[in-house]
C-alpha cells in the first residue's frame, strides 16, 4: 500500500522545485534572451491494492524552457536584415549629406569659378578679374579635395568595421562552440534541466551573431548545432569553431576583405553575401562610396580637362598660346595610378591609361584579362590580346595589339579610354589570366590641382595663329597650335602669308603632308637659311612629302612648321583634308576663348554629350539621395517586422509577472496541502501508537 509520508514528501519536492522555477522565471526577467521555464510533474506510479491501484504520489520529470524552435529562427532572419538596412541607411545618409548639403557640396564652388570666368570676359585686361578666376579656382580643387578626404575617411572607417566585426565573429563562434560542449557535456550526464540556461545562452550568442551576418542553425546529436553563415558557410561545427580574419584586398591592399582560416589555409569570403551588418559595409563601401569616388572624378577630370583644352587654344596677356591652368589629367603618373596589377603570379606588365573623349568617359571601372601574349620572334611581331570586361554591366570585349613594334597602345572602344603598354619584362611576361582593374576616374578628385597663380597666364583671347578645320574635310583630326617657339624664322608666318597643311598620304599611322601657302602653292626653303622643321630636308627642297609618325605609347602627331608646333590631338586624317593656320592680329582687349571657356558650362560634353558637369553632379546627389531613401524605407520595414517576429519569440518564451505571482501563489498553497499530507500521516501514526500502548 503507498507510503502516505512518501506521497506527502513527493508533493513536497514537486512544488519544491515549481517554487524555484517560478522564483528563477521572476529573478530573470528582464534577462534578454532568457526562456521561461516550467517544472513537468508526472505521476510516481501506483501500488496494487485489491484489485485497484493506489498511487505513489508525483515525481518531478524535467524542467522545460518554453521554446519555439521557428519563431526563433524567425526572429534571426528578421534580426539579421535590420541589421543591414540599418547600417546601409546610416552610411547612405553619411554620404548624401556630404554631398549634396550646400557647405560641403561642390556646387556653389563650380558656380563660383564660372562667375569669375565671366568676371575675366568683361574686362580681358583686368589683373583683378584674373586673380579672382584663379583664386575660384584654388576654392573649386580644394572643395574636390575635401570631398574625396571625407570619403576616404568614412571608407577607411568601414574597412575598420569590417576588420572589428571579423573579430566578433570569431568570438561568437568560439562561444557557440564552447557551449557545445558544455550542453553534451550535461545531456550526457543525464542533467537535461539543468541545459536550460546553457541553451539560452547559446541562443543568445547566435542572435548576436545574426547581427552581423546571416545565420543557418543545424541541430546535431547530443544538444549541440552547426551554424552557418552568409550563403552557406560553416563557422561552427559541433565542438569546433573556425576563425574570420580580414585581409588586404587584390588589387587594392585598402580595400579589407573577409576570409576564413581553414586548417592553416585562407579562403576567401563573398563580403557583399555575408548578410547583416557585415554585407551592408561591403555594399555601401563596394557600390556607393567606391562610385562616388568615381563620379566625383568623372566630374572634375571633365571640367578641368575641357577649361585646359579651351586654355590651349587661346592666348595669354604675355602672348603666349595657354597652357595648363589644371593639372594634365594624362600625366604619365596619372595614366599609371589608374591600372593596378593583381597579384596573381601570372607574370607582369607595365600599363597606362589614358583619357580621349569625355563624351564617352564613364565612372565605371573594368577588369583586364590577358587572353595572350606572343614575344617576337625572327619571323613574327610581338603582341598582346585581351579581354575587357564592364564591373558594371558584365559587358565583354576583345581588344589586342598585333604588333607591339609599331604601336604601343589600343583604343577601348566604346570607354573614351586607350591603354597604353609602357613595358613587358622580357623574363616574367604577362601570362594568359594575368588581370588588371582599370579605375579611370577614382583618383580624379584627389589628383585635382590648380598649376599656377600668375593671372596673365589665363588665355582670354584667341591664339595668335589659329588652326581652322576646312569644313570639306573627310577625317575626324583635331589640329591646334600647341607652341610657338621661333619668330625670327625665315619661314615664320606672315600675317598675310598663311599657310596650311594639306595630308597627302596616311598608311600604317605614317602620315605625309605638304606646307603650301594661300594661293595653294608648295612653299620651298631659302638656300642658306637655318630652318626649323620636322623632318629635315635639304635647302632648297620644297616642304612636299613631309612624314610623320606618331609616337608609339601616346599616339600624338606634332607638326613642325619653322617654329609653330601644331598638335593632332584628336582623331585621324584622310587624305585631302586641310589645315589652315591663320593669325590673330593681337590679344589686347580679346575675350573670345574666354568667352568659349565661360560656355563649357552649359555644352553637353559629358555621358555621350548628354550632360553639362553639373548634370553629373546633380545625377551623382540625386542617385545617393534615392538610395538613401530607399534604405529608409527598408529600415523602417525590417524594424516591424523584426518587433513582430521578436514579440512572437516573447509570446512563447518571455516571463509575463503577472503569471509567475500567481504561480506562486499556487505551487504555494501546493507546498502547504502537500506539508499537510506529512502532518496527518504523523498524526495517524500517533494513533496506532497509543492504540498499541
Known amino acids: 500500500?503507498?507510503?502516505?509520508?512518501?506521497?506527502?514528501?513527493?508533493?513536497?519536492?514537486?512544488?519544491?522545485?515549481?517554487?524555484?522555477?517560478?522564483?528563477?522565471?521572476?529573478?530573470?526577467?528582464?534577462?534578454?534572451?532568457?526562456?521561461?521555464?516550467?517544472?513537468?510533474?508526472?505521476?510516481?506510479?501506483?501500488?496494487?491494492?485489491?484489485?485497484?491501484?493506489?498511487?505513489?504520489?508525483?515525481?518531478?520529470?524535467?524542467?522545460?524552457?518554453?521554446?519555439?524552435?521557428?519563431?526563433?529562427?524567425?526572429?534571426?532572419?528578421?534580426?539579421?536584415?535590420?541589421?543591414?538596412?540599418?547600417?546601409?541607411?546610416?552610411?547612405?545618409?553619411?554620404?548624401?549629406?556630404?554631398?549634396?548639403d550646400s557647405s560641403t557640396s561642390a556646387t556653389k564652388p563650380v558656380l563660383e569659378v564660372f562667375k569669375a570666368i565671366n568676371g575675366v570676359a568683361d574686362h580681358p585686361n583686368m589683373l583683378e578679374s584674373r586673380q579672382v578666376f584663379l583664386e575660384s579656382s584654388s576654392n573649386m580643387i580644394n572643395q574636390y579635395h575635401r570631398l574625396y578626404d571625407n570619403l576616404e575617411i568614412q571608407y577607411n572607417s568601414i574597412n575598420h568595421d569590417i576588420t572589428n566585426s571579423a573579430k566578433t565573429l570569431t568570438?561568437?563562434?568560439?562561444?557557440?562552440?564552447?557551449?557545445?560542449?558544455?550542453?553534451?557535456?550535461?545531456?550526457?550526464s543525464g542533467g537535461d534541466s539543468r541545459s536550460n540556461d546553457l541553451l539560452d545562452e547559446r541562443d543568445r550568442a547566435i542572435a548576436k551573431l545574426s547581427e552581423f551576418v546571416d545565420v543557418s542553425v543545424v541541430p546535431v546529436k547530443n544538444g549541440m548545432v552547426n551554424v552557418y553563415v552568409g550563403s552557406g558557410q560553416s563557422i561552427v561545427m559541433g565542438t569546433t569553431s573556425l576563425n574570420i580574419i580580414s585581409v588586404n584586398g587584390d588589387p587594392d591592399p585598402s580595400r579589407q576583405e573577409l576570409a576564413m582560416n581553414v586548417n592553416g589555409n585562407l579562403v576567401k569570403l563573398d563580403g557583399v553575401r555575408m548578410g547583416g551588418k557585415i554585407s551592408a559595409l561591403f555594399d555601401v563601401?563596394?557600390?556607393?562610396?567606391?562610385?562616388?569616388?568615381?563620379?566625383?572624378?568623372?566630374?572634375?577630370?571633365?571640367?578641368?580637362?575641357?577649361?585646359?583644352?579651351?586654355?590651349?587654344?587661346?592666348?595669354?596677356?604675355?602672348?603666349?598660346?595657354?597652357?595648363?591652368?589644371?593639372?594634365?589629367?594624362?600625366?604619365?603618373?596619372?595614366?599609371?595610378?589608374?591600372?593596378?596589377?593583381?597579384?596573381?603570379?601570372?607574370?607582369?606588365?607595365?600599363?597606362?591609361?589614358?583619357?580621349?573623349?569625355?563624351?564617352?568617359?564613364?565612372?565605371?571601372?573594368?577588369?583586364?584579362?590577358?587572353?595572350?601574349?606572343?614575344?617576337?620572334?625572327?619571323?613574327?611581331?610581338?603582341?598582346?590580346?585581351?579581354?575587357?570586361?564592364?564591373?558594371?554591366?558584365?559587358?565583354?570585349?576583345?581588344?589586342?595589339?598585333?604588333?607591339?613594334?609599331?604601336?604601343?597602345?589600343?583604343?577601348?572602344?566604346?570607354t573614351g579610354l586607350s591603354l597604353g603598354i609602357d613595358a613587358i619584362i622580357a623574363a616574367d611576361?604577362?601570362?594568359?589570366?594575368?588581370?588588371?582593374?582599370?579605375?579611370?576616374?577614382?583618383?580624379?578628385?584627389?589628383?585635382?590641382?590648380?598649376?599656377?597663380?600668375?593671372?596673365?597666364?589665363?588665355?582670354?583671347?584667341?591664339?595668335?595663329?589659329?588652326?581652322?578645320?576646312?569644313?570639306?574635310?573627310?577625317?575626324?583630326?583635331?589640329?591646334?597650335?600647341?607652341?610657338?617657339?621661333?619668330?625670327?624664322?625665315?619661314?615664320?608666318?606672315?600675317?598675310?602669308?598663311?599657310?596650311?597643311?594639306?595630308?597627302?598620304?596616311?598608311?600604317?599611322?605614317?602620315?605625309?603632308?605638304?606646307?603650301?601657302?594661300?594661293?595653294?602653292?608648295?612653299?620651298s626653303l631659302v638656300p642658306g637659311s637655318s630652318n626649323n622643321y620636322v623632318p629635315p630636308k635639304s635647302n632648297g627642297d620644297l616642304l612636299t612629302g613631309l612624314t610623320v609618325t606618331p609616337d608609339l605609347l601616346s599616339g600624338k602627331v606634332t607638326f613642325n612648321i619653322a617654329g609653330i608646333d601644331v598638335e593632332m590631338y584628336q582623331g585621324s586624317p584622310l587624305v585631302g583634308d586641310i589645315f589652315s593656320l591663320n593669325y590673330n592680329e593681337t590679344g589686347d582687349g580679346d575675350n573670345s576663348n574666354i568667352l568659349e571657356m565661360a560656355a563649357l558650362q552649359g555644352k553637353k560634353i559629358m555621358n555621350n554629350n548628354k550632360a553639362t558637369f553639373q548634370d553629373i553632379y546633380s545625377g551623382m546627389i540625386s542617385e545617393i539621395g534615392s538610395r538613401t531613401a530607399n534604405a529608409d524605407i527598408s529600415m523602417k520595414s525590417a524594424t516591424i517586422l523584426q518587433q513582430q517576429s521578436f514579440?512572437?519569440?516573447?509570446?512563447?518564451?518571455?516571463?509575463?509577472?503577472?503569471?509567475?505571482?500567481?504561480?506562486?501563489?499556487?505551487?504555494?498553497?501546493?507546498?502547504?496541502?502537500?506539508?499537510?499530507?506529512?502532518?496527518?500521516?504523523?498524526?495517524?501514526?500517533?494513533?496506532?501508537?497509543?492504540?498499541?500502548?
Not at 297 to 323: A, D, P, R, V, Y
Open 1 to 100: 500500500m503507498a507510503d502516505l509520508f512518501q506521497i506527502g514528501l513527493s508533493g513536497i519536492h514537486s512544488s519544491q522545485a515549481s517554487l524555484a522555477t517560478t522564483g528563477h522565471n521572476i529573478a530573470n526577467i528582464n534577462t534578454k534572451g532568457y526562456s521561461r521555464q516550467s517544472v513537468e510533474v508526472v505521476t510516481g506510479g501506483a501500488d496494487r491494492y485489491g484489485s485497484n491501484f493506489i498511487g505513489r504520489g508525483a515525481l518531478v520529470n524535467s524542467i522545460e524552457r518554453a521554446y519555439d524552435r521557428f519563431a526563433f529562427t524567425e526572429n534571426v532572419m528578421n534580426t539579421s536584415q535590420l541589421a543591414y538596412s540599418k547600417e546601409v541607411f546610416t552610411q547612405t545618409n553619411q554620404i548624401d549629406a556630404l554631398l549634396s
Open 171 to 188: 568570438t561568437l563562434a568560439e562561444n557557440v562552440a564552447q557551449l557545445n560542449v558544455q550542453i553534451a557535456a550535461v545531456l550526457g
Open 285 to 414: 563601401r563596394n557600390n556607393d562610396i567606391e562610385k562616388a569616388f568615381n563620379q566625383l572624378g568623372q566630374n572634375i577630370m571633365g571640367l578641368t580637362h575641357s577649361m585646359n583644352e579651351q586654355q590651349k587654344q587661346g592666348q595669354t596677356l604675355e602672348g603666349k598660346i595657354g597652357g595648363d591652368i589644371f593639372n594634365d589629367i594624362n600625366s604619365r603618373q596619372s595614366m599609371k595610378n589608374r591600372v593596378l596589377a593583381h597579384n596573381d603570379d601570372l607574370g607582369s606588365a607595365q600599363l597606362s591609361l589614358r583619357v580621349d573623349d569625355l563624351s564617352l568617359l564613364s565612372a565605371d571601372e573594368f577588369t583586364l584579362e590577358v587572353n595572350d601574349y606572343q614575344a617576337a620572334t625572327a619571323t613574327t611581331a610581338e603582341k598582346i590580346a585581351f579581354t575587357l570586361t564592364n564591373n558594371r554591366t558584365g559587358d565583354t570585349q576583345a581588344v589586342s595589339i598585333n604588333d607591339l613594334s609599331k604601336t604601343k597602345r589600343v583604343d577601348l572602344p566604346n
Open 429 to 523: 611576361p604577362p601570362q594568359v589570366g594575368k588581370k588588371f582593374s582599370l579605375r579611370p576616374t577614382r583618383l580624379g578628385a584627389q589628383e585635382a590641382t590648380l598649376q599656377h597663380q600668375n593671372p596673365e597666364k589665363i588665355a582670354a583671347a584667341s591664339a595668335e595663329i589659329n588652326v581652322i578645320q576646312k569644313k570639306e574635310n573627310n577625317g575626324t583630326a583635331q589640329l591646334r597650335v600647341s607652341a610657338l617657339h621661333d619668330p625670327l624664322d625665315p619661314l615664320y608666318m606672315k600675317k598675310d602669308e598663311p599657310l596650311s597643311i594639306v595630308i597627302t598620304g596616311n598608311t600604317g599611322g605614317v602620315l605625309t603632308y605638304d606646307i603650301v601657302n594661300k594661293d595653294g602653292n608648295i612653299i
Open 647 to 693: 514579440e512572437r519569440v516573447e509570446n512563447v518564451s518571455g516571463v509575463n509577472m503577472d503569471e509567475e505571482a500567481a504561480n506562486l501563489l499556487m505551487f504555494q498553497q501546493h507546498y502547504s496541502a502537500a506539508a499537510r499530507v506529512i502532518s496527518v500521516a504523523g498524526e495517524l501514526f500517533d494513533t496506532i501508537l497509543q492504540a498499541v500502548r
